[in-house]
């Protein structure tokens, strides 16, 4: 069965903290995406990736295919950080569908 | 202007009543997706088009149907709406990298 879970479901941290999400799945994927939803519910992609490790300002995800697991790092976090973030996988054998975990609350306090 | 629009932003039915939303793109993309998202179960594909002339179910297609009128353009019905679909329904696109675009959202409310 295709599933992705995350963790933690809720986060809270203060300003200037580094901050990691887990994601894990449970059978080979062609691609891990990792989106962040708005407190005012607008999506946006932030990574995608196969392999190895990405950056985009303080945003830094990875990913280990034989653990089958990828983490969202944020370093020295801000309010303006705080959203749901929402891991994604595209199961190698359900074409290019992706397959939602359930998001990371995330609350960066001043 | 934004890239993927979606029509109402906000609506509020009865139960039985025929529902439509509409979503429109400008990016130029073949693939097309409807999702929904509920609190605590994350986003669920309802449906999805690869193109034009392509249209597949995804995983909670019951109650549902869609229309890809053109390339830009993919609907979602609702035939007889009921309290559970109750929902934000986000539609997306995607190029061939697969990376999705999504539009704002259309919060709807099934009384």
């Known amino acids: 069965k295709n599933e992705v879970e995350q963790s933690p479901q809720n986060l809270t941290a203060q300003e200037g903290e580094f901050i990691t999400i887990n994601c894990s799945y449970s059978v080979g994927i062609s691609a891990l995406h990792w989106l962040q939803q708005h407190p005012g519910g607008g999506i946006v992609s932030l990574f995608m990736?196969?392999?190895g490790k990405k950056k985009h300002g303080r945003l830094i995800a990875t990913i280990n295919i034989q653990e089958k697991h990828s983490s969202l790092h944020i370093t020295a976090s801000h309010p303006r950080d705080s959203a749901v973030y929402i891991c994604a996988a595209v199961f190698k054998a359900a074409g290019n569908k992706l397959t939602f975990g359930g998001g990371t609350r995330v609350l960066v306090k001043p | 202007d934004a890239d993927v629009t979606q029509t109402p932003r906000n609506r509020i039915t009865k139960t039985g009543k025929r529902i439509m939303l509409e979503c429109s793109q400008t990016k130029g993309h073949d693939r097309m997706y409807w999702y929904r998202q509920d609190p605590g179960l994350g986003l669920r594909l309802i449906y999805y088009?690869?193109?034009?002339?392509?249209?597949n179910k995804g995983e909670i297609s019951d109650g549902y149907s869609v229309s890809r009128q053109a390339q830009a353009k993919f609907s979602l019905s609702l035939e007889s709406a009921i309290p559970n679909q109750t929902a934000l329904y986000f539609c997306?696109?995607?190029?061939?990298?697969?990376?999705?675009?999504f539009g704002p959202g259309t919060r709807l409310t099934v009384l």
């Open positions: 997306a696109t995607s190029d061939t990298t697969d990376t999705q675009y």
């Open positions: 088009s690869f193109d034009v002339k392509d249209i």
């Open positions: 990736l196969s392999s």
